[in-house]
Nanobody, 114 residues
Framework: RVQLVESGGDSVQAGGSLRLSCKSSEDFNVYCVGWFRQAPGKERMGIAKIDSGTGMTWYHESVRGRFTMSLDRAERTMTLQMNGLKPEDTAIYYC????????RGQGTQVTVSS
């Protein structure tokens, strides 16, 4: 079974930036991979996805224009560059080897203070 390890989470002030990384033990899903987050008391939600079928990257409206997802299949790594962080971005962030979030890592904590 594929193993995913996220890193890069930290505590930052509003307006700051973080870069999350995800390393996979196997080649990524050829169809769709993504980033998810789960805030305290809320359901997990997808925030960025790369769909190889359409060749498009999708972002949730709450992060569009601030977050950028990239994928390096050769290195089995995907990243999430997060700029202009807001307190509402506080959550555990997961990478997933699908676009449903079922095959995901343990997550990395991002805390944004005002």
């Amino acid at each position: 079974r594929v193993q995913l390890v996220e890193s890069g989470g930290d505590s930052v002030q509003a307006g700051g930036s973080l870069r999350l990384s995800c390393k996979s033990s196997e080649d990524f899903n050829v169809y769709c991979v993504g980033w998810f987050r789960q805030a305290p008391g809320k359901e997990r939600m997808g925030i960025a996805k790369i769909d190889s079928g359409t060749g498009m990257t999708w972002y949730h409206e709450s992060v569009r224009g601030r977050f950028t997802m990239s994928l390096d299949r050769a290195e089995r790594t995907m990243t999430l560059q997060m700029n202009g962080l807001k307190p509402e971005d506080t959550a555990i962030y997961y990478c997933a080897d699908d676009c449903s979030g079922q095959t995901r890592g343990q997550g990395t904590q991002v805390t944004v203070s005002s």
